[in-house]
């Protein structure tokens, strides 16, 4: 069964800095990867998504990429802004959309 | 274009009574998940439909949640009786199908959820 695990769990940075979130995943058989940001209370708001035959997508101050093989994808987020405070998911989709527990970032003004 | 509506927002019961939630996905799309979030984990997957038929509910407690999706459109989520550790966000979403003839799988797009808490 597919396992995704997310490392850090919480994460706080003063606002401007640079950082990497991380996601793992136990089996590369999968079509594609997702990143999602979910507010307090609030649905998922999806920010990238990968297919599996790319390496990385970029949106804006986000950068994710993908090594399939090695079953690992970080999300790069540059000059961090307080409104980037939120929870971060990693989903891969396999014959099912699975999830990591996520990451709780906090940007310190 | 308007994104997957749910309702309730919130709602509190009480631990053995019923409740019922609200799907309305975006037009057209012919695949709708429920997934059920409790607090500090990811979303699971309770349910997919691909029009009115189910495709997977084998992570769905049939003792006590039951779903629908008549006319293949929206669909309604249902817990009865209701256990305490039902208190969890479920959050529904749909998508176009679920694989393209390409071999890469249709984007989900997600509704705001409903918080339920059973007391």
């Known amino acids: 069964k597919q396992e995704v695990t997310q490392i850090p769990a919480a994460l706080s940075v003063p606002e401007g800095e640079n950082l990497v979130l991380n996601c793992s995943f136990t089996?590369?058989?999968?079509?594609?990867l997702q990143w999602f940001r979910q507010d307090p209370g609030k649905g998922l708001t999806s920010l990238l998504l990968i297919q599996s035959s790319q390496r990385e997508q970029t949106s804006g101050r986000l950068n994710a990429s993908l090594d399939k093989s090695s079953g690992r994808s970080t999300l790069y987020i540059a000059a961090s802004q307080p409104g980037d405070s939120a929870t971060y998911l990693c989903?891969?989709?396999?014959?099912?959309?699975?999830f990591g527990t996520g990451t709780r970032l906090t940007v310190i003004p | 274009e308007a994104g997957v509506a749910q309702s309730p927002r919130y709602k509190i019961i009480e631990k053995r009574q019923s409740v019922a939630f609200w799907c309305n996905p975006i037009s057209g799309h012919a695949t709708l998940y429920w997934y059920q979030q409790i607090l500090g984990q990811g979303p699971k997957l309770l349910i997919q439909?691909?029009?009115?038929?189910?495709?997977?509910d084998s992570q769905l407690p049939k003792d006590r949640f039951s779903a629908e999706r008549l006319k293949g459109v929206d669909s309604t989520l249902k817990i009865q009786p209701a256990k305490l550790e039902d208190s969890a966000v479920y959050l529904c979403?749909?998508?176009?199908?679920?694989?393209?003839?390409?071999?890469?799988?249709?984007?989900?797009?997600f509704g705001p959820g409903t918080r339920l808490t059973v007391t």
């Open positions: 089996d590369s058989a999968i079509y594609n």
């Open positions: 439909f691909q029009n009115n038929g189910v495709v997977d």
């Open positions: 989903a891969v989709r396999a014959n099912n959309l699975f």
């Open positions: 979403a749909s998508s176009l199908g679920e694989i393209r003839v390409s071999g890469t799988a249709y984007e989900q797009y």
